[in-house]
Structures are given as C-alpha cells and as structure tokens.
C-alpha cells in the first residue's frame, strides 16, 4: 500500500486518498467480523433450541415490532436524554474538578485519597444511597450517574493540567497573550486531547450506569426500565431487542460526533 | 515619537547580588549566579557566553521576566519595552500555522499584522505560511520563530542558543538571517550561546560567564565590520584575538 513518507502540505491529498482507503479497509474489517458474530450467535441460537436464548432473526423482529407500535423510540428517547444530561454534568464538573486538583500541588496531594475512594466506590453504592437520600426523581437519576463518572473525568484531566507546558505558558508571557487568548490558543488546545479522551470512554460507562439507575428507580421510561420488565418475565428477545438498539444509538454518537471532534483537536498532529 | 526615541536610549542596567536554586533531592541549595554587573548600550548586540551549566539562560531569563526569583534589579532602561525572546527550542504552538503563529504573538488589530507577509517572505516562509508547525522542518520552525520575535520590532530581543541542534549550513544561513533582520533594524540584543565563532561573527560585544556561582570574567568589544564578519578567516583571527584559542 502506497504511503506518504514524509507529509507535508504538498502531500495533503495524497495523506486525504491513504485516509479513506484505510478507512473503508477497517470497515470492511468491521462488517464482516460482525457478520461472523451474527453467524455464531444464529448458530448457537439453532442448537440450543431454547427460548431462553433466542436467534438475530426473533431478536430483529422484536426491534421492528416495538418501533413500529413507537414503543421503543420513547423509551430511547427517554434514555437517551438521561444519557445526555448526566454525561454533560459529568464532563463540565469532572473537567472543573480536575483542572483545579491538577494545577495546584497542595489541592493535588490533599484530594488524591478522595478521588482514589470515589474512582472505587461501586456504582451500586452510589445509586442505592443517591436514592436514598434524595428519592427517586429524575434529578437524582441524573446526579447518580455523573456522581460515578465524575471522578474519571476528574482523573484524565488532571493529568492534562499536569502535563500544561510552561515553555508554551513563557511563550505567551513574553508575547503578551493576556488571560483569554493564552486559554483559548495555549491552555485549551492542550486539553482537548485528554477532553476527547474522557468523552469517548465516559459515553460507553454512562449510558450503562443509566439503565441501572432506571432499573432501581422505578421510573416509568427508559430502555432500563423495559428491560428491568422484560426481565421479570424472563423475556430474552425483548431484553436483546433493547439492549442491541441503544447500543446502535450510542455508535451512532460516536462515529457521528465523538469521533470527528477528536479528529478535529487531532488534525495539526503529524 | 520623539519621547519614545529619546526613551529607547537609556541603557539596559543589570545589578544581580545572587540567584540561587532551593535544595531539592539531597543537594544542597546552589548558587548559580554572583555579583553579576554590566550596562547594555541600545542597539548593541551583546553576546553572553561561558561554559555550559555556568547559568546564562538563567541570567537571560531573570532580564527577561521570567523568572522573578532573584536577589537584586534589573533596570529595562525604561517604561515598558517591547520584548521578543527567542527560545532555544522554536516554542510555536503545534495547533495553529505558522501564519497564526505569527500573529497571534501581535494584539489584535495592530498595525503590525500587514508586516506578516513581508516577513514571512524575508524568513523564506511563503510557502509554508499555512502549514502546521510539526509538518515543517526544525530549520524552518525555527525561522518561523525568528519571524515571530522581528515582527514585534522590539525595543529588546533576548535570543537563547536559538541555533542549536541545526547541521552548520542551516545553522550559518540562519545566522545570516538575523544579521540582515537585524541590520535593517538594530535594536538591543542579548544573545546566549556556547559557540564561539557564533558570538564573534554575530555579537558587537562579548561578555564571557565563569563557571560555578558565575560572574563576568571578561567583557570585549569585537572590532568587526558588518563586512568583515561575512568573512570566515576574519572572524576566526577575531575570534583567537578575544578567546586566545
């Protein structure tokens, strides 16, 4: 495979054609270890026999029965929501929390022990006691989740304060930059990175956190609360149904928008 | 513009009683730098030297600003100068083009910014003005950040060994650069190098650094003409008369 050596501007078009033939060899790569994944899961289906263990086809037509009645775009929606506003809260408090633990020795020394505890707490603990203490309102839903994954933000972007280079922050002194362009040119470029990182991982661990938390709460939507049901009838197809098509949403998120926001923070990288 | 003039033509005073760095890992607190005195005539180009470690990028520093941790003053000759520094690595922020780079080092909507190209093209830049640094050459990351320190056209330039880690033509040809961006504007310069032939053939003076808890040694004039100093043989004889090497 051709590859350019040495890119340079010049070569841009050239690094752009070795881009998109990479990338539809990894799709390729995707859409046929998927297709073997499907073929076993039917294999296995055929030979167990079980309901207990349904086939893609039976799952499927439990995906198609439930969005054409509408059933399950509500409680997607509803999930998706939740998935949105606690992976917000997580991302600006998590980012908040880390910045200022990073940037100072002493905050750093004295709140490590409090992020190690909170990195260990399981997210069981977390929710039980959440709902506990504040009832069971979609606030607390919310809260429960970025509680659990505040400290993971909290971690990655400590060490992107850490890491802050002070031949940059020099740079900008002697150059009189002043406070706003030094964080929008020197500090916040720096961030992204670790910023995109916690996204991509923080996204997968909040939308399961999610359905655990409408599962216990008792609320009345969500893909938590539907499987929560299913369960109580040991229903596996309606289960999968669910679970397969949240996970088809959260990819769309993340090829769609996580995906080409790490790319854009990414693009000056040789 | 006058008084700006006029302003520009006070002297650079250094009087440092001692810089210290604190302990740290079982070594004792060190003294890097003692009784160190000298005055800077505008528009001189002063070149500080000494053997490695013996503290001069931490005197460029301490004149400089940043670093603010010494015993003693230090007298910029007046007000608020405007200040360049050129670094020993090009400091160019990898996110932005080297274009960006440029400007970004100007406030907004000053005049300057319509310099940009002129001195793109005089770093030999034009090409490469919309490419990200690390696409470019070391060479070239570091004509950009000459392109950025002359677009200020400050008042002081602080330069601190900003040709190391070059092969010696680009090395030379960058040096030929500054002396022709310096010779269209003169202004103050305080260069730091361990180079010989390069403090000879660029500075006007030459104040050499001892080694440990360092203070000036010896303080020469080099008695070259612009032309003399494109001339090799003529900046080595030079070169023997002030190192008496």
Request: proline content about 11%; aromatic content about 8%; glycine content about 10%.
């Given at each position: 495979m051709a590859r350019a050596l040495t890119p340079s501007s010049s070569t841009l078009p050239a690094r752009k054609a070795v881009e998109s033939g990479a990338w539809a060899e990894r799709l390729g790569w995707t859409l046929a270890s998927l297709a073997t994944f499907v073929a076993l899961w039917a294999l296995a289906a055929e030979m167990v026999g079980s309901r207990h263990l349904p086939g893609p086809i039976a799952v499927f037509d439990v995906v198609v029965r439930e969005a054409s009645t509408g059933v399950l775009w509500t409680h997607l929606f509803a999930t998706l929501l939740r998935v949105t506003a606690a992976f917000t809260v997580a991302m600006f408090v998590g980012a908040a929390i880390g910045l200022l633990i990073g940037s100072n020795r002493f905050a750093d020394r004295f709140f490590d022990s409090w992020l190690i505890l909170f990195l260990n707490l399981p997210a069981l603990v977390i929710i039980a006691l959440c709902y506990v203490w504040f009832g069971t309102t979609e606030l607390t839903a919310i809260l429960a989740v970025a509680i659990n994954k505040i400290p993971n933000v909290a971690v990655q972007m400590r060490e992107g304060a850490r890491s802050l280079s002070k031949d940059l922050t020099e740079m900008a002194q002697i150059y009189g930059f002043g406070k706003w362009k030094t964080l929008r040119h020197v500090v916040i470029p720096q961030l992204a990175p670790f910023w995109a990182a916690a996204a991509r991982s923080g996204l997968a661990l909040v939308w399961k956190i999610v359905l655990v938390v409408e599962a216990l709460g008792g609320h009345s939507t969500g893909v938590g609360h539907q499987i929560h049901t299913a369960f109580g009838s040991y229903d596996v197809p309606q289960i999968l149904a669910y679970a397969l098509a949240f996970i088809v949403v959260i990819q769309i998120v993340e090829f769609g928008v996580l995906q080409p926001l790490q790319a854009r923070v990414n693009k000056w990288r040789r | 513009m006058a008084a700006l003039e006029k302003a520009t033509l006070d002297p650079l005073r250094v009087e440092l009683q001692r810089k210290t760095f604190p302990p740290v890992g079982?070594?004792?607190?060190?003294?890097?730098?003692?009784n160190v005195r000298f005055e800077v005539k505008p528009r001189s180009f002063v070149v500080l030297t000494g053997?490695?470690?013996?503290g001069k990028s931490t005197l460029l520093n301490i004149i400089a600003g940043?670093?603010?941790?010494?015993e003693g003053r230090i007298d910029l000759?007046?007000?608020?100068p405007r200040v360049s520094f050129i670094f020993q690595?090009?400091?160019?922020?990898?996110?932005?083009?080297v274009r960006e780079n440029i400007s970004l080092a100007l406030p907004d909507g000053d005049p300057r910014h319509a310099r940009i190209d002129e001195i793109l093209e005089q770093v030999g830049l034009t090409q490469a003005a919309t490419a990200y640094p690390e696409r470019t050459s070391l060479g070239m990351q570091r004509r950009a950040a000459l392109a950025r320190g002359f677009i200020q056209e400050p008042d002081i330039l602080f330069m601190d060994?900003?040709?190391?880690?070059?092969?010696d033509p680009t090395a030379q040809g960058l040096r030929e650069l500054l002396t022709g961006l310096w010779n269209r504007r003169p202004t103050t310069v305080l260069f730091v190098t361990h180079d010989r032939y390069e403090a000879v053939m660029l500075g006007t003076r030459i104040l050499r650094l001892s080694a440990g808890s360092a203070s000036i040694i010896h303080d020469d004039e080099v008695r070259l003409t612009a032309a003399d100093r494109t001339d090799r043989t003529k900046v080595v004889a030079e070169q023997r008369r002030i190192f008496q090497d």
């Open positions: - | 079982g070594r004792d607190e060190l003294t890097v730098l003692q053997p490695s470690g013996c940043l670093d603010k941790d010494y000759g007046h007000g608020t690595t090009p400091r160019l922020l990898p996110w932005r083009t060994e900003p040709f190391v880690s070059l092969d």
